[in-house]
């Protein structure tokens, strides 16, 4: 049904101008992704990855930058600038009534706050490309063990020119996010994160076949489709909350008598929570290895949580997601603004007093839904860990749980758009 409808699209000439649009900025995306720098020496930036190519840290740096930031290109910090910037916000709404106030003021509201997640975006990118270029002006510090010169000329004015390039390619990013957004398809930040993941896996999947052999490479596309099979089957899973509207008259016409419902998911959370644990987990190991520190908590914590596989990091990673799950529902879906919408338009729902009961009863409902959906975002997480480390390929296939987490759902929103526009044509086709 999917390849179907994705024929289909190619067929229509608006919905094949959007495909055309959106691949092209990829495309180009991708193409400022292996794009060195001024004043970097591409040749010593290959041979420093060659030598930590089997660290499970590095690997997870250069996860979401589709390979960029270790090779200092010009789109070297990605997408993760505007992703952090848009976390910030949305923590600062729940704190400050202003952005509270912009939150609530509709469509205008909604522009201004993004426009202050773009001031943040840049400069969250001046902060990260000064701390990466720092670290790389010294040998070793970037790439422990590589001691090659990655800036040959360290004078001040190539600095400046090469921390202005890095931002100058997050602000990019950031553009190209939008426009797929509004003339391509899908959500712009979710393809770009898609795209970078996918410009990984292949080379990972690479390696596992001419190290591990065809019987562990199948092995691993097997738990790969039988996790993709899971992910589809729960991310697809909601309750639906039946709602009811009653009849009101405004002036002469009669309004409501409808009937709907809130679709609340099993995860509502997303990929978020596993995204927030475990980029905390790795910033222990990172700061050891960046420092070099050798007391015993540094190598207390090397030696739990650098491999990624460990007892301790697997039963801290679970709880971390469990615990960003519920935090991030609670921050993201408000029962009482709910309710009070519903009560503010005639709504309510069948056996349900409207206002103050109808937010006990959705809170009530998500909190019992929030618990199997934190429980299956840990399993996704830590399944394909256990499994790629007893196949000997977790050095290879890093952060496998969340790849195909962001993959499948990702994969989804872009199908149901596409299906959501043919259907409107069809609607429209019959209307004339």
Known sequence: MHISAFADALRTPDLRRKILFTLGLLAIYRLGSVLPTPGVDYSAIQRCIDTVQDNSVYALINLFSGGALLQLSVFALGIMPYITASIILQLLTVVIPRLEMLKKDGQAGQAKITQYTRYVTIGLAILQSTAILSLARSPG???????????????????????????????????????????????????????????????????????????????????????????????????????????????????????????????????????????????????????????????????????????????TYFLLIVFFTYFYVSITFNPTEVADNMKKYGGFIPGIRAGRPTAEYLDYVLTRLTAPGSLYLGTIAIIPVFAFDFLGVSTQFIFGGTSLLIMVGVGLDTVKQIQAQLQQRNYEGFLK
């Open 141 to 315: 510090a970037l790439f422990q063990g590589c001691n090659e010169e990655l800036i040959p000329n360290q004078a001040i004015w190539v600095m400046l020119v090469m921390i202005t390039v890095m931002t100058a390619g997050t602000a990019i990013i950031m553009w190209f996010g939008e426009l797929i957004t509004e003339r391509g398809l899908g959500n712009g930040m979710s393809v770009l994160i898609f795209t970078s993941i996918i410009a990984v896996i292949p080379a990972q999947f690479v390696n596992i076949l001419s190290s591990r052999g065809a019987f562990t490479f199948a092995l691993t596309l097997l738990i790969g489709l039988v996790v993709i099979t899971f992910v589809v089957f729960v991310e697809q899973a909601q309750r639906r909350i039946p709602v009811q509207y009653a009849k009101r008259m405004v002036g002469r016409r009669m309004y409501g008598g409808t009937s709907t419902y809130i679709p609340l998911k099993v995860n509502m959370a997303g990929v978020i929570p596993v995204i927030f644990a475990s980029s905390l987990l790795f910033l222990p190991t990172l700061f050891v290895q960046l420092t070099g520190s050798q007391a015993e908590w540094a190598q207390w914590l090397q030696r739990n949580y650098g491999t990624g596989t460990g007892t301790w990091y697997l039963a």
